[in-house]
């Protein structure tokens, strides 16, 4: 190749890049824009989104979770189920136990792929493509965060030594208060709503880790949070900011005017 047209190549290499750049650049102020305008039309769920979440969720299923299934199925020995159904008292202190037990293992495992850059860029971002959450952004996971989640549930029960109906029955419930924080929506008869504790999360904590990702790094509840300081309050319903988050805001902004 003569030296004319190598120059010629490389020009043209470096303008299309620039107007890549530029496109971006014009697509974030788009944004940016539609943000101050209408901070609830980025929020809207479209068809475009579910597609793209029930494709990953799918192949996740079918690649990871079906062979797991069918491999415990193979390998895992038979459980001998006893005589006698568990206690409804130990029923359910083992479940809600075996919760937090996952809550703990769960928050430092999210808290160092959000600190460390490696693991955040290459693992846990997948999951924080939607930075406004709906069921179906429960599961899209990267494969990684996938087996870990799954491996963690599977294997939470073992420590009390629970009742195979106890192991089933949590099962189902850490699911069921996975997609509740994600659900993107702050219905009054949700726990979280009716525990005076504060000590559950819910959806409106999760739905703010998904904006501010560096705060609410705990999956159900609020206690390590609130401990050592990653703890953000939620949004009211309809988008708006509550006093609570107002007042962190604020609170947030002059740390870092007096840095
Ligand atoms: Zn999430
Ligand atoms: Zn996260």
């Not at 190598?6 to 496109?23: F, G, V």
């Not at 579910?50 to 990953?56: A, E, V, W």
């Not at 809600?96 to 971002?125: C, N």
């Not at 494969?143 to 599977?154: I, K």
Request: charged letters at 15%.
């Amino acid at each position: 190749m003569d030296p004319m047209s190598t120059i010629n190549a490389t020009n043209a290499t470096l303008k299309s890049a620039a107007e890549a750049l530029q496109e971006e650049k014009r697509l974030l102020q788009q944004r940016q824009r539609q943000r101050q305008q209408n901070p609830l039309s980025l929020s809207q769920v479209t068809a475009d989104l579910i597609y793209d979440t029930l494709y990953l969720t799918f192949w996740n299923h079918i690649l990871f979770i079906m062979p797991a299934a069918i491999g415990q199925m193979i390998w895992v020995l038979p459980t001998p189920l006893p005589g006698e159904a568990p206690t409804i008292f130990e029923f359910v202190w083992h479940q809600i136990a075996a919760l937090f037990v996952f809550d703990f293992q769960y928050y430092v495992w999210h808290l160092t792929h959000h600190k460390i850059r490696f693991l955040y860029r290459h693992i846990h971002a997948v999951h924080h493509r939607y930075n406004s959450p709906f069921v179906w952004v429960t599961q899209y996971l990267h494969p990684w965060e996938l087996v870990v989640v799954g491996f963690l549930t599977t294997t939470n029960t073992w420590f009390f030594n629970s009742h195979p109906l106890t192991v089933w029955s949590y099962m189902m419930v850490s699911i069921l208060v996975s997609v509740e924080a994600h659900i993107g929506f702050d219905f009054p008869f949700l726990l979280h709503n009716l525990d005076p504790t504060g000590t559950i999360g819910g959806s409106p904590k999760h739905d703010m880790h998904h904006q501010k990702p560096l705060t609410n790094f705990q999956p159900f509840f609020n206690h390590f949070d609130k401990l050592f300081g990653s703890y953000c309050p939620a949004m009211s319903a309809g988008g708006k900011k509550s006093k609570a988050l107002q007042d962190y805001e604020r609170k947030v902004k002059d740390c870092k005017k007096n840095l």
